[in-house]
């Protein structure tokens, strides 16, 4: 008696594919990529002046950055050292795989190391929409709240790794970091997380050197 | 010679007709309602707290609280007094107003005066759906940082008032609140602002102020 094979085959949306053409780019290049996701004012842009000043010497960065509006933070990448490129979105929440195909057709790959893309501030949207970036990463910030895991659990499940920024406040603010991690951990096990103060520099160094780890296998 | 008439008319969206509708039955019941939009952990949640506390005696007051997961801010709204129901948006990053009308759908609206609405933690999306409240608030917070004004215009453009919340935290943190009013100011001449801290209740009273003179014209 014949019997029905199922057959079931992942078909990539258009912007998966285009991510996948964006990650054979940049691997090709030998280019390691992270995509920063946050809230506003977590602290995107200043964590990427920090590790651009810090690791200008080891490594040709480039930064990537995408905002609504304005090219005030990738005017800061520049100021801080990198080949900085803004993606206005007008209007749109998140960034996607063709805006950063664009975006890295201004840039000759051959001529750097590491990239550094920029999200726009959203704790929702950008997380359904993969660049093709190597590793995403997901900026918390502690006057957020401790609750953020366990009310936008999308933007906590996938990411490579998590830092926790604004460590020089918790003195200031009602946050209970074993609530926190108890959320991540039941979203995203064992993630790699980095308590870090941008303000203070704290906790830079351990970023760093998870960046060094895997551009450089 | 005959000439061409344009003819323009406003084609409300499919969004746009159900706000319509969410406002008519709320000022048949004699509700006033606002809206509440902020990125995440601005402190919505904590202001419709003190809201509620501070009015209980003088309004029936609901609250319908919109998250991607968890009744975390509802069962928070309800401990501070209100009648609070809490909406899931299973991952939409902003309330519609097919959203408020379900939940509205929930109250029996003649029993109250004051309907706080608390959308998803999103500086982007929200400002693009109307729910049918009659007025639409911005929290902002120090932490996020001066500039978003110019990074978000669409949240600020719009809004018709602006709360300015965490100002207990503006010794700890580089904000230049004259650089922040100039950018509301170019997308939003006159916004009538509330510095405020939820943590020290300073400034509460202003805002408190303004919902009794809009609630009862």
């Known amino acids: 008696m014949p019997k029905r094979i199922p057959v079931v085959e992942k078909i990539l949306s258009a912007n998966d594919r285009i991510a996948q053409e964006n990650r054979a780019r940049l691997d090709e290049a030998g ?40 090219s005030i933070d990738a005017d800061r990448a520049a100021a801080a050292g990198a080949t900085a490129i803004q993606i206005n979105t007008g209007g749109q929440c998140h960034l996607d795989a063709v805006m950063l195909r664009d975006a890295l ?16 501030g959203n704790l929702v949207c950008p997380a359904d929409f993969e660049l093709g970036t190597h590793k995403n990463v997901l900026i918390a910030s502690i006057p957020e709240g401790d609750d953020k895991p366990y009310k936008y659990p999308g933007m906590y499940k996938d990411v490579d790794a998590l830092i926790v920024n604004k460590i020089d406040l918790l003195p200031y603010i009602a946050f209970d970091m074993d609530y926190f991690r108890r959320g991540v951990e039941l979203l995203n096990p064992g993630l790699v997380t980095f308590p870090i103060s941008c303000r203070t520099t704290e906790g830079l160094d351990e970023w760093l050197d998870w960046i060094k780890t895997n551009a450089r296998p």
Do not use: C, W, Y
């Not at 000759?108 to 920029?118: G, M, R, S």
């Open 31 to 70: 280019v390691f990529s992270i995509n920063l996701m946050a809230s506003p004012g977590a602290g995107k842009t200043s964590l990427i002046e920090h590790t651009v000043q810090r690791l200008a010497r080891q490594f040709r960065l480039a930064a990537i950055d995408g905002d609504i509006a304005t």
């Open 105 to 120: 057709k201004q840039l000759d790959l051959i001529e750097f190391d590491l990239l550094l893309v920029e999200n726009v």
